[in-house]
């Protein structure tokens, strides 16, 4: 027996793939929570980007991002993360050294300020194997059918918050923040979207550029 569905279905169908495609590359909304002070002598020529996470992978791909999209606005930056490993102690003397090392005017940090993870629970399609074998009868079949079903799978969607914060060397302070809120789907089916560290990456760039905290 063969299963058809139906034009309206078909379209529906696409229309729901439409819409979570839409959600996974949703826009960042990015807020101001500090805003920049004319004193702070800027735009920054020399920037040390930090990400604070728990995972040095995570740390280092949103470090790479960001240094590369400042870069493309013409501004020298390093991540923290070339300069060390995963057994190198986050504290203030580390980053301190760092700062003294490139001779950075700016320091750039960023961080998770809240992660929420809600899931569901997707059943999966069956694999089915059918095996034909004639019989003594007229136009009769003898069928076998195998079919193997897959344990159900998670489909995740995450509200993540990054907040940045930018120091001035200088001043010894903060002189600028945002705060980047996204909504991102992912699909049991298809892995880890790197995308999102480029996305937030571009999101908090343009945000400085905006600002006039580096050069455009």
Known sequence: MTSRISPKL????A????????????PTKVTTTIEFADAANAPYENVLVIFLAESFD??????????????????????????????????RKTFVDMVDKINADAVLVTQIASLQSTGEVVNMNPQATYNFRPTYYYNVWS??????????????????????????VQAEDVVWAIEANSDIIEAFDDGRDYSIYVKEAKAIVNSLARGGLISK
Request: glycine share 2%; charged share 20%; net charge negative.
């Open 143 to 168: 069928v076998d059918l195998q079919e193997y079903t897959e344990p159900q799978a998670i489909d995740f969607e995450h509200k993540l918050s990054l907040a940045t914060q930018l120091f001035s």
């Open 15 to 26: 229309l729901i793939a439409t819409f979570f495609t839409a959600c996974g590359a949703a």
């Open 58 to 91: 995570s740390r280092r791909y949103l470090e790479t991002e960001i240094v590369k999209s400042l870069a493309e606005n013409g501004t020298k930056a390093v991540r923290s993360t070339s300069m060390m490993d995963s057994r190198t102690p986050i504290e």
């Open 10 to 13: 078909a379209i529906l169908l």
